[in-house]
């Protein structure tokens, strides 16, 4: 894509983002899906990190077997980290922009900026204006595979410049940090209520973790050390001018290194493959614009590399946020007396029956104290412990 486009011509098509992601430059998406790049923009989808400004905590995701959701309370504001990793050029920019699915339900979005060099997962916020409780729902699950849904889309376009040579680069003033942990930080440390000491320390505990996430090592990561040494070995051939034979027991010994992930596979292949080319069968490949040819493509086989260990960080960090937000699964009538009542009352109930065998056993032993007193001593906790379920659930 040319830099020097007119005025009308700066804003990025889907096409654009599909070939920024093929060449792996100017705006990444990661992971990058081709079905939300549409028209002039790209959609972005949530996490499972919903902060409630309004209510100061977490909000609990509700799941059944075809969704994830949550309720959004009226005149309720909520903050939430995207699911996507974003990184963008110095010469590109853009804004985000409700959704008119979004619209239509009555939610509000506030739309913000991208500035040039961005590179981090997003925040966006979320309004209900309504005098009404709104389902938003996060997730589809289509034959047990998860898709997030779109919540705001991106629209953006090349920042023209025109400056003489002398002239020193334009230098932004931007310092937001990466998820605007600035942000999150912030409402960590915020004061916070009596009953709302276990949700206040979790999102204390996800918001530092998520400050300086480590991701673990697996079989893709240990896929993709190997291929980039075998590609440092395969550019050292090459600038050295190793025999085509040399180069390609290289390119065999790229083929053979097993992965665990088929689709990481077939995307460093396809990649990979594009080095496979017929002048290797003559010693023509060696010349000065082969080369640079072949290093090109190194190259991009390298930063496809470094892609899908960025979407296999972003994956994790997704993960780690699903395994530690609150979460309610969807059950029937039933379901929810047990998983709503009596299982977060169990420790009361346990209680009230210790409470009532000890005090019965006093009873038929002669001890003063009617039988109803015994009774009314061994449920309370039962009752409190219940009372004070409801209320949270409630809250949440």
Same mark, same amino acid.
């Given at each position: 894509?040319?830099?020097?486009?007119?005025?009308?011509?700066?804003?990025?098509?889907? =096409?654009? $983002?599909?070939?920024? +992601?093929?060449?792996?430059?100017?705006?990444?998406?990661?992971?990058?899906?081709?079905?939300?790049?549409?028209?002039?923009?790209?959609? $972005?989808?949530?996490?499972?990190?919903?902060?409630?400004?309004?209510?100061?905590?977490?909000?609990?995701?509700?799941?059944?077997?075809?969704?994830?959701?949550?309720?959004?309370? !009226?005149?309720?504001?909520?903050?939430?980290?995207?699911?996507?990793?974003?990184?963008?050029?110095?010469?590109?920019?853009?804004? $985000?922009?409700?959704?008119?699915?979004?619209?239509?339900?009555?939610?509000?979005?506030?739309?913000?900026?991208?500035? !040039?060099?961005?590179?981090?997962?997003?925040?966006?916020? %979320?309004?209900?204006?309504?005098?009404?409780?709104?389902?938003?729902?996060?997730?589809?699950?289509?034959?047990?595979?998860?898709? !997030?849904?779109?919540? #705001?889309?991106?629209?953006?376009?090349?920042?023209? +410049?025109?400056?003489?040579?002398?002239?020193?680069?334009?230098k932004l003033n931007v310092d937001n940090p990466a998820m605007r942990m600035d942000?999150?930080?912030?409402?960590?440390?915020?004061?916070?209520?009596m009953f709302q000491n276990r949700n206040?320390?979790?999102?204390?505990?996800?918001?530092?973790?998520?400050?300086? &996430?480590?991701?673990?090592?697996?079989?893709?990561?240990?896929?993709?050390?190997?291929?980039?040494?075998?590609?440092?070995?395969?550019?050292?051939?090459?600038?050295?001018?190793?025999?085509?034979?040399?180069? =390609?027991? #290289?390119?065999?010994?790229?083929?053979?290194?097993?992965?665990?992930?088929?689709?990481?596979?077939?995307?460093?292949?396809?990649?990979?493959?594009?080095?496979?080319?017929?002048?290797?069968?003559?010693?023509?490949?060696?010349?000065?614009?082969?080369?640079?040819?072949?290093?090109?493509?190194?190259?991009?086989?390298? +930063?496809?590399?470094?892609?899908?260990?960025?979407?296999?960080?972003?994956?994790?960090?997704?993960?780690?946020?699903?395994?530690?937000?609150?979460?309610?699964?969807?059950?029937?009538?039933?379901?929810?007396?047990?998983?709503?009542?009596?299982?977060?009352?169990?420790?009361?109930?346990?209680?009230?029956?210790?409470? %009532?065998?000890?005090?019965?056993?006093?009873?038929?032993?002669?001890?003063?104290?009617?039988?109803?007193?015994?009774?009314?001593?061994?449920?309370? !906790?039962?009752? $409190?412990?219940?009372? &004070?379920?409801?209320?949270?659930?409630?809250?949440?």
């Open positions: 894509m040319a830099k020097n486009k007119k005025r009308d011509e700066n804003q990025l098509l889907a =096409k654009d $983002f599909e070939m920024c +992601r093929k060449n792996l430059d100017g705006i990444i998406v990661a992971p990058f899906k081709s079905e939300n790049a549409k028209g002039i923009g790209y959609n $972005f989808t949530s996490s499972w990190l919903v902060y409630s400004i309004s209510r100061n905590k977490i909000l609990t995701i509700h799941r059944n077997s075809s969704e994830a959701y949550i309720y959004l309370r !009226p005149h309720e504001t909520v903050l939430t980290l995207s699911h996507e990793y974003l990184k963008v050029s110095d010469n590109i920019a853009g804004t $985000f922009h409700s959704r008119v699915r979004m619209n239509a339900k009555g939610i509000g979005s506030t739309s913000t900026t991208l500035d !040039p060099n961005w590179k981090g997962m997003l925040l966006f916020s %979320f309004n209900n204006p309504t005098r009404r409780k709104i389902k938003v729902v996060i997730e589809k699950i289509v034959n047990g595979i998860a898709s !997030p849904e779109n919540m #705001v889309t991106l629209v953006a376009e090349y920042i023209n +410049r025109s400056m003489k040579k002398d002239e020193e680069q334009i942000v999150w930080t912030e409402l960590a440390s915020k004061p916070h209520k206040y320390q979790k999102f204390r505990d996800i918001v530092t973790t998520l400050a300086d &996430f480590q991701s673990q090592e697996n079989e893709n990561f240990k896929y993709i050390y190997e291929m980039k040494k075998k590609l440092l070995n395969l550019r050292k051939a090459i600038l050295a001018e190793r025999s085509p034979a040399k180069i =390609k027991s #290289v390119l065999l010994s790229i083929s053979l290194i097993p992965v665990s992930s088929e689709e990481l596979k077939i995307k460093i292949m396809e990649v990979t493959k594009r080095l496979k080319d017929k002048e290797l069968e003559n010693k023509k490949f060696l010349r000065r614009c082969s080369k640079k040819k072949y290093l090109k493509k190194i190259e991009l086989a390298e +930063r496809e590399l470094e892609y899908q260990m960025l979407c296999d960080h972003v994956q994790q960090i997704n993960n780690y946020i699903k395994e530690n937000v609150p979460v309610h699964w969807e059950l029937g009538w039933l379901g929810k007396i047990v998983y709503d009542l009596i299982l977060p009352s169990l420790d009361g109930i346990v209680a009230g029956v210790l409470i %009532f065998v000890v005090l019965a056993a006093g009873f038929r032993n002669g001890n003063p104290g009617s039988l109803w007193v015994t009774v009314l001593a061994a449920i309370l !906790p039962t009752i $409190f412990s219940i009372l &004070f379920s409801v209320i949270n659930h409630r809250r949440n």
